[in-house]
């Protein structure tokens, strides 16, 4: 954890600051029910920042799509990647890809 506490704090906060005005601006709300593929939204219920009530709207939006919230944070694949890669794989399995 702290080799990738210590791989954010090192990153360019005008970058950061560009990266997030921009994520601000953006909407995609319009194009969720375009999508055609399986979908798997996952949320952490430690998540302040994209917190299960977020994130679940948005695959009640998306046709067929799965939500599944995980005892994880923000940074759930660094934080509890067993939780994460079983969640994904739970998902991957039954479409035989």
């Not at 917190?51 to 940074?75: C, M």
């Amino acid at each position: 954890y702290r080799a990738f506490r210590a791989r954010w704090i090192a990153n360019d906060p005008r970058s950061y600051g560009a990266i997030y005005r921009m994520l601000v601006a953006t909407d995609l709300a319009k194009e969720y029910g375009n999508i055609a593929c399986p979908t798997l939204l996952l949320a952490g219920t430690h998540d302040r920042l994209r917190p299960p009530a977020l994130v679940e709207p948005i695959a009640q939006a998306i046709p067929g799509a799965r939500f599944h919230a995980l005892e994880t944070g923000h940074f759930m694949a660094v934080q509890t990647p067993g939780l994460v890669a079983d969640a994904i794989n739970g998902f991957l399995a039954p479409l035989n890809l």
